[in-house]
């Protein structure tokens, strides 16, 4: 519901006086009903990303609807976004890269679209005030472009041989749909996809539909009712075999695909996706969502394993246990639990890591301590602390991964293993579907532990040297 914005009904005799008043005195337009916005801005001021997502507003839910055609790489999209206006707002701002915007409306009436880089500018008709829920809705085309990471990782909408998979950590989400790509704005997500038909089209959540259009294409519904992160939004077009299967108690539906020509060969480890998460569960607590599962494409133009929302994404090639246990976990440690700036990453890839730890340790007789040693024996480990990156270039390097393992696994040492498996759950229960900083870490650590950890934190989570002992 809007507050403060006039609406044209009942107020609309007292809004014509209003104007009449308003222009007899020289003032400005009555269009705006008193709202005197701002622009919002351009971004939310990131470390590394100082552009990327808008201020202005907070997304509640994406419902995409979205058509691919595999042959030319075409992709046809309407994106409606709805939101809640976080100051008096003139104009906003969505990130999107490429593709050609065909219109924009803002609460039904059209809105006037600029574009500059990645920033694309809507300014509504009617200014919107602070508190009101407002509807945008852009219809857009094109051939998505990839992004090129400062790491050179490729990401964003990629083509694949029969269609295509899309992953976006941290930015390349923009290249397919326009939004507020800063993980720090989670939302709801529909994800609508109409392919040609014969073809598999996967996504988040739960398919809740699925029906053969007139012209004989597939459009196939997915619902992610849960707060999510635009970096962790996925989908898969191709020729994928799926298998449906459930978590043990309590039951979460568990939905693996692999492409054709891969299928076989993943099928053991996909069936293994259930009991992993049991196991997870009972470290890390209740499991964040409403559906699980595994995606893995045969195509090698997918730089990365990706722990997108309730389904990851692994290239074939590194689908193995390892990896696969490590997207897992990250469904607690980075997508229920979010950085709030990419700067935050380590809580996610420490984490991560560190649940691959524990799993040897627990079912393949390797203990934490080795991976531990290990990993404070080896040089690019120690590169810069894991919760500082000096670029962006470096967000994804050893030290995030690994040495933010390592400070898992000396704080496991200091505050003795109850306490630190009671720290393991209870981060992902206070910041459940939440964004954190190091700093929410530290204290919710230190609170529990009951004790101050700085000599801890100091060495190993901000310390520029490795210690001479471990
Ligand atoms: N989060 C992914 C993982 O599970 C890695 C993403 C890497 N992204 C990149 N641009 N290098 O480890
Ligand atoms: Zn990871």
Known sequence: M?????????????????????????????????????????????????????????????????????????????????????????????????????????????????????????????EIAEGAEFRTVVTYAGVPERVTDADGSEE????????????????????????????????????????????????????????????????TVWHEPEPM???????????????????????????????????????????????IIGRQVRRFGPYPFSAAGATVTADSTLDYALETQTRPVFPAASFDRTTLVHELAHQWFGNSVTPATWRDLWLNEGFATYAEWLYTEEYEHVPARTHFQRAFAQEANWAFPPAAPPSAENLFDPPVYQRGAMVLYKLRETVGNATFDEILRGWPAKYRHANATTADFTAYAESVAGRNLDSLWDVWLFGDERPATS
Request: glycine share 14%; charged share 20%.
């Open 156 to 219: 964003g909408w990629l083509r694949t041989a029969d269609g295509a998979v899309a992953v976006g950590e941290p930015t390349g989400s923009m290249t397919w749909f326009p939004g507020n790509h800063h993980p720090s704005d989670k939302a709801a997500y529909d994800i609508t996809l109409t392919v040609p038909a014969g073809l598999e089209a996967l996504s988040n959540g739960v398919r809740t539909a699925r029906r053969t259009e007139p012209d004989g294409r597939v459009t």
């Open 2 to 126: 809007t507050q403060r914005r006039r609406t044209g009904t009942a107020a609309g005799g007292l809004a014509a006086a209003l104007t009449a008043l308003a222009l007899l005195a020289g003032g400005c337009s009555g269009s705006t009903g008193g709202v005197r916005g701002t622009p919002g801005s351009a971004g939310v001021r990131d470390p590394y990303f100082p552009k990327l997502g808008n201020g202005g507003y907070d997304v509640g839910h994406y419902a995409l609807d979205l058509a691919y055609d595999p042959g030319t790489g075409r992709l046809t999209g309407t994106a409606e976004i709805t939101a809640r206006a976080t100051q008096d707002l003139s104009a906003f701002n969505l990130d999107l890269a490429g593709l050609t915007v065909e219109g924009a409306t803002v609460d039904g009436a059209p809105a006037a679209a600029n574009r500059a880089g990645n920033e694309l500018t809507l300014r509504p008709h009617e």
């Open 229 to 275: 992160a635009s970096y962790l939004a996925t989908v898969a077009i191709g020729r994928y075999e799926t298998k449906a299967a459930s978590t043990p108690d309590p039951a979460v539906p568990v939905l693996t695909a692999a492409e054709r020509s891969v299928a076989a060969r993943s099928a053991a480890l996909r069936d293994e996706v259930p009991q």
